[in-house]
């Protein structure tokens, strides 16, 4: 494990390109005792799935790591996306900016959707007195984009501590009434869903059951092996955002989303029009293969296929891949059999399409990442299935 400072604690790491690379604990790096771990999800994720607005619900989550990355600019942040929330690193000087711009996120959210968002923070070095711990990776998409892992069980503890029926008032952030709108540039939802290619865009949930850390990763890797024999290296061929996939249609049907999240201190009317106005541009250069200023169709269609954040790792497997019926039940056999032998729990969501919300911080810079899930509940409903494996008690070993 490499040791590095705490400030710049994340933009120090080295970084890893292949994606099994996770299995090895030597590429995640302690987390200082003095950052936090803030978790985020959206309450009463099923009635929101049951009017089939799970569309809301991603940007809701992506519009929690939007908020904190513009209220800490100049520091390199960790995160991962998790379909209706969100696990974000902070060090402690910026305690205050990320809560108040969090508050001003479920203000908003509220607001325009009527979904409630939980907020919660837990200090690292108390989940180390719990012993565990907050490793953190960082796996390089391509330059200058980067998606975070995290390991060592810290982040999950985090996760129960705030979510549980009983003494979660002490790590929540109080739902206090926020009209301030928060900073949410760069959060963009334009792209059509994605049809499948081969069969189903498949969510996986996986998670193992041992509590030893290095055994953990031993677990991990022999499931990443298998996946990759089934699917292959280094799951890259079943990726959801492909040139087959991405489709842009004008208007599209996420932009009054957009407009209402992103929309600051405009009416939401004079916003929209504005992005009308701007995705019709773009859906000229994209059909025609056009470049104008800094936006470069073909180019940008390349960088979003390898920008795409298709797979990720918060003590669990979070992944989404495009899976053909055989590869399914291969799949499915598998993984029922580890969690017959106590190994994992998990968690399977199939549908016909995904669907991709993106930040997009600088095109001249290449600087943008697109978050891909299941349609119709994607990880929400991948994790149904998983808690109630969890709740099973499933011994471990």
């Known amino acids: 494990m490499v040791v590095v400072g705490t400030g710049d604690f994340y933009s120090r790491l080295p970084t890893f390109d292949h994606f099994n690379s996770l299995a090895s604990i030597d590429n995640f790096t302690p987390a200082p005792d003095d950052w936090w771990v803030v978790i985020t999800d959206v309450v009463g994720s099923t009635k929101a799935v049951d009017q089939g607005r799970y569309k809301e619900v991603n940007m809701a989550g992506a519009s929690c790591i939007t908020a904190v990355l513009n209220a800490s600019k100049g520091v390199d942040i960790p995160f991962v996306f998790g379909g209706d929330g969100a696990t974000i690193l902070i060090p402690e000087p910026l305690l205050s900016n990320v809560r108040t711009a969090l508050i001003n996120t479920r203000g908003l959210v509220r607001r325009e959707f009527g979904i409630d968002l939980r907020i919660g923070l837990v200090a690292i070095d108390e989940l180390r007195l719990a012993n565990k711990d907050v490793l953190v990776g960082k796996f390089e998409l391509s330059p200058n984009n980067a998606v975070a892992m995290f390991s060592g069980g810290g982040v999950e503890l985090a996760d129960k501590l705030i979510k549980q029926d009983q003494n979660c008032e002490q790590y929540a952030v109080a739902d206090v009434e926020s009209v301030d709108m928060p900073d949410l540039s760069g959060l963009s939802c334009r792209w059509q869903p994605l049809q499948s290619q081969h069969g189903q865009m498949t969510c996986l949930l996986i998670q193992v059951l041992d509590q030893n850390i290095k055994h953990r990763h031993q677990i991990f890797s022999q499931v990443l092996s298998e996946l990759s ?18 489709r842009f249609k004008w208007p599209m049907q996420g932009l009054k ?14 916003r929209y029009v504005y992005l009308l106005y701007q995705s019709f541009i773009q859906s000229v250069l994209e059909r025609f293969n056009l470049k104008a200023g800094h936006y470069d169709a073909p180019q940008y269609r390349r960088e979003i296929k390898t920008n795409a954040d298709y797979r990720r790792f918060d003590d669990a497997l979070r992944l989404v891949l495009d899976c053909s019926e055989s590869q399914l039940q291969e799949i499915r056999s598998y993984l029922n059999n580890a969690y017959q032998s106590g190994m994992i729990a998990y968690g399977v969501h199939c549908t016909e399409q995904a669907q991709m919300t993106c930040l997009v911080f600088s095109l001249e810079h290449s600087e943008h990442i697109h978050f891909v899930d299941g349609t119709e509940g994607g990880f929400w409903a991948a994790a149904q299935q998983y808690k109630k494996q969890l709740s099973q008690n499933v011994q471990t070993y």
């Open 257 to 270: 989303i957009e407009a209402r999240l992103t929309r600051g201190r405009q009416s939401f009317f004079g």
């Open 229 to 246: 024999r089934i699917l292959g290296e280094d799951l890259r061929p079943p990726a959801p955002v492909t040139e087959n996939t991405l």
